[in-house]
C-alpha cells in the first residue's frame, strides 16, 4: 500500500478587509435568519407592538398600515406580565460562583480562593447582575442568548498614552450581554464556543465611535440601512435613527492564521490587533439558550408558541368590542309618525313622549346575545398562553379549584417551575463558562497587584491582594444551579416549619437549630438574623475562610470557645479540609487547640472561684449566661488535678470514681 506524501501546511492568511468581513456577517445573518425574525416579533409583542406585520422584501418587522382607522384594534398583552414574572423568578437569587481546586496543593487552594474573591469583586464592581438581566431577557425572547468578554487596554489606572496618541492602562476585562440579533458566525457552524469567527455587531452614535476610536470625522449614520422605522423607534425612541453600524470581528488562531480582532466602520478598518486572548483552542463568547436544538448553535424559544395565540386573542377582542358598539346599546322602536324628529335623543335617561292616538306605545329592542363559543373565545385562547408559557393560576399566587392541599399546590407549583428548571440549569452552565474566561484573561493579564473586596451582610468588607499569579491556574469556575434555580419562597418556608416541627434541624431554642433553619428556607435578611443569633458562629466562619487563605487567625478570650470548636471541626469534617494542604491543615488544627487552651483556662478560673461546676461551665462561659429553654446539667464535682481529662467539661453520665476536691483552690494564671 503506497503513502501519499503529507500535504504541504497552507500559507498563513493575510488581513482581512472590511468588505470581507461585512459579506461574512450578511452571510452569517441569513444562516439564522429564521432565529433572529423571532426574536424581533417576539421584543415587539412582549413590548405591545402586537399590530405588525413581517416584511419579507426588507426582511424586517414594520407596524400594519392604518387602512380603517374606525375599526377596533384591541391589545391585550398576555406574554409581557407572564414573561415578567417568569423572568423575575430566574432572577431572584443573586449569581454565586465557585471555583473548585484542581489539585491539594498549598498554592492552589489559595489561588481557587483568591479566584473566587476576584470573581465576587467583578461581580459587584462590572454589574454583572445588570448584565445577567439583559442575557436572560435575550435569551427568552430570542431562544438564543450570548455573553462576551473582551479586555480593554484602556481600562484600569492610566499609564500613559501610545504612538498613535490612544490612552492605555492597567487594563480590565470589559463584558457584553447580546442578543442574537447583535451576533453572526460561519454558516452552518454547529457550536459557535468552538467556531473560527464571529461577529459582534452594535449600533452607537456617531460621535461616540469618533471618540472611541480616534476619528478625525464622526462616520455616517448607517444603522437606519438594516433597521426598519418601528425597530428605529424601538432603539432611540425616534423615527429616525442616527446610529451607525460597528462590527467587531474575532478570529481564533488555527493552523492557517494566528487570530486577529478588527472592527469595522462603514467601508473601512477602524482598529485592527491580534487575538489578545490567552486561550486559543476557543473564542471569547459564551451561549445559552431556552431550548437547544440539536446540530445547531442557536436555540428555540417557547415564548414564539405564545404569539400565534396572543395575536388571535387580540382578534377576538377587537370583534368583540366591535360588537359592542355596533349591537350594545338598546334600540327604541316607535311607530311611525308617533314622535317627532326634534325631539328624539340618544340619552338613556331622556324621556320619549308619544303622540295621543297611536296604536302602538314605544318598546326597547334588545341588543341580540353573543353566542356561547363567541364568548368562551377569549378565555381559550389565554389558556393556550398560558400552556405555551408554563404559566397557570398557580404561578399566579391563585389556588385552581379543587385544589386545596398543601401538596397538592406544591406539585402544581412544581410542574410550572420545571420548564423554569432547566432553562436555569442552562444559564448556570453558562455563566460558569463565562466565568472561566474572565478568570483566564485575568490570570494572563493582570501583573500588577489589585485588590478584591468581599463584602457580606452585616459584615466589615474583606480586602484580599491578588496578581494573576496568585491564581495558581485556577481558572475553572462554576455556578451551583440549586443556587440560582427558581423556587418558591414560601412553599421552602412551609417545609422549612415542617422540619423544624419534627426536629430536624436540631433541638428547640437552640441556636445551631435556627442557623439550619434560616439556611434552609432562605429568607430575605436571613444572613443579618443569623449573625444576630449567633454572632459567635458568625466570626468561627470568617475565621475558616480566611485561614483557608493561609492567615493566621488568633482566638480571643471573650470568644465561645464552644460554639468556635463546633464550628472549626464542622469545616475540618468538609472536603474543603481534606484536599488543603499540610500548612493549612496545621494551621486550623493549632488555631482549635488554641480554643481547647482558652475553654480549659477560663473552666479552671471559674472552678477557682467556685461559681460554675465544669459542665455548666461547657455549657455557658462567664461572660455569657446559659441561653433561654437551655437545660442546666446536675452539678459535677470538680476532677481531681493531674487526672485524665482535667480542666475540660466531664459529659453528663460519664462514669468514674469519685474525684477529690482539691486541698486549695489555685489561684488565677499567673499568680
Excluded at 54 to 66: G, M
Aim: aromatic share 6%; charged share 25%.
Amino acid at each position: 500500500m503506497a503513502i501519499l506524501p503529507r500535504r504541504r501546511r497552507e500559507e498563513t492568511d493575510g488581513p482581512i478587509s472590511a468588505q470581507e468581513i461585512r459579506q461574512r456577517w450578511e452571510k452569517g445573518s441569513e444562516d439564522i435568519a429564521a432565529q433572529r425574525r423571532a426574536y424581533e416579533v417576539n421584543s415587539c409583542f412582549v413590548a405591545g407592538e402586537q399590530n405588525i406585520w413581517w416584511d419579507d422584501r426588507s426582511n424586517r418587522p414594520d407596524v400594519l398600515p392604518d387602512w380603517s382607522p374606525d375599526r377596533a384594534a384591541v391589545v391585550n398583552n398576555v406574554v409581557w406580565p407572564a414573561s415578567r414574572t417568569l423572568m423575575a423568578k430566574l432572577l431572584r437569587r443573586p449569581l454565586v460562583f465557585e471555583v473548585p481546586p484542581k489539585a491539594s496543593g498549598d498554592s492552589v487552594v489559595a489561588g481557587a480562593r483568591k479566584a473566587e474573591a476576584v470573581l465576587g469583586d467583578t461581580h459587584r464592581e462590572h454589574n454583572w447582575e445588570g448584565l445577567r438581566r439583559d442575557h436572560v431577557w435575550a435569551t427568552w425572547l430570542g431562544g438564543s442568548g450570548l455573553l462576551a468578554v473582551d479586555y480593554d487596554a484602556q481600562a484600569g489606572q492610566a499609564l500613559g498614552q501610545s504612538e498613535d496618541g490612544r490612552p492605555y492602562g492597567t487594563g480590565d476585562t470589559a463584558e457584553y450581554a447580546l442578543s442574537i440579533a447583535e451576533v453572526a458566525t460561519e454558516p452552518g457552524s454547529r457550536d459557535i464556543e468552538r467556531g473560527r469567527w464571529w461577529i459582534r455587531a452594535c449600533a452607537l452614535p456617531p460621535g461616540e465611535v469618533a471618540e472611541l476610536y480616534g476619528l478625525d470625522e464622526p462616520p455616517t449614520a448607517d444603522a437606519s440601512a438594516v433597521m426598519s422605522p418601528l425597530q428605529a423607534r424601538m432603539a432611540t425612541g425616534a423615527d429616525k435613527s442616527s446610529l451607525c453600524l460597528v462590527l467587531t470581528y474575532y478570529e481564533r488562531p488555527t493552523r492557517r492564521s494566528e487570530g486577529q480582532v478588527v472592527v469595522v466602520v462603514g467601508e473601512q478598518v477602524v482598529d485592527r490587533g491580534p487575538w489578545h486572548f490567552p486561550f486559543r483552542d476557543r473564542l471569547n463568547v459564551v451561549v445559552c439558550r431556552e431550548t437547544p436544538v440539536s446540530r445547531r448553535w442557536a436555540g428555540d424559544t417557547v415564548l414564539s408558541a405564545a404569539i400565534s395565540p396572543q395575536r388571535a386573542l387580540n382578534r377576538a377582542e377587537s370583534s368583540i368590542d366591535e360588537h359592542m358598539d355596533a349591537a350594545g346599546n338598546a334600540r327604541l322602536m316607535v311607530e311611525d309618525g308617533s314622535v317627532d324628529d326634534e325631539e328624539w335623543d340618544d340619552d338613556p335617561s331622556s324621556i320619549v313622549k308619544v303622540r295621543a292616538g297611536t296604536q302602538r306605545d314605544p318598546e326597547y329592542l334588545s341588543p341580540p346575545t353573543m353566542p356561547a363559543w363567541w364568548q368562551q373565545r377569549p378565555a381559550d385562547l389565554r389558556s393556550a398562553i398560558d400552556d405555551a408559557l408554563g404559566w397557570h393560576d398557580i404561578s399566579r399566587g391563585d389556588a385552581p379549584a379543587g385544589a386545596g392541599a398543601g401538596v397538592a399546590l406544591s406539585l402544581l407549583a412544581e410542574q410550572d417551575d420545571t420548564p423554569l428548571g432547566a432553562f436555569s440549569k442552562e444559564l448556570a452552565e453558562g455563566w460558569g463558562r463565562f466565568a472561566s474566561l474572565v478568570l483566564e484573561i485575568d490570570a494572563a493579564k493582570v501583573t500588577e497587584t489589585r485588590a478584591a473586596r468581599i463584602e457580606r451582610p452585616g459584615q466589615v468588607p474583606e480586602v484580599i491582594e491578588w496578581t494573576g499569579k496568585d491564581l495558581a491556574g485556577q481558572t475553572t469556575a462554576v455556578v451551583p444551579a440549586d443556587a440560582v434555580a427558581p423556587t418558591s419562597r414560601a412553599g421552602q418556608l412551609q417545609k422549612g416549619l415542617l422540619l423544624l416541627d419534627k426536629g430536624v434541624f436540631g433541638p428547640p431554642g437552640d441556636p445551631a437549630t435556627t442557623r439550619r433553619f434560616l439556611d434552609f428556607v432562605d429568607l430575605p435578611g436571613g444572613a443579618d438574623v443569623e449573625d444576630a443569633v449567633d454572632f459567635h458562629v458568625a466570626k468561627a466562619q470568617r475565621e475558616n475562610y480566611r485561614m483557608s487563605l493561609g492567615e493566621v487567625r488568633i482566638p480571643a478570650p471573650f470568644d465561645d470557645h464552644a460554639a468556635h470548636i463546633a464550628e472549626h471541626n464542622r469545616d475540618r469534617c468538609s472536603e474543603d479540609y481534606e484536599l488543603a494542604t499540610d500548612e493549612v491543615r496545621s494551621l486550623k488544627d493549632l488555631h482549635v487547640e488554641t480554643h481547647e487552651t482558652l475553654a480549659a483556662e477560663e473552666m479552671g478560673r471559674q472552678m477557682a472561684k467556685g461559681a460554675v461546676s465544669p459542665a455548666l461551665a461547657a455549657a455557658a462561659q462567664a461572660h455569657e449566661p446559659p441561653l433561654a429553654g437551655e437545660p442546666v446539667p446536675a452539678p459535677v464535682e470538680p476532677p481531681t488535678p493531674g487526672a485524665p481529662g482535667a480542666g475540660y467539661p466531664v459529659p453528663p453520665g460519664t462514669a468514674g470514681p469519685a474525684p477529690t476536691p482539691p486541698t486549695e483552690a489555685p489561684g488565677p494564671p499567673g499568680a
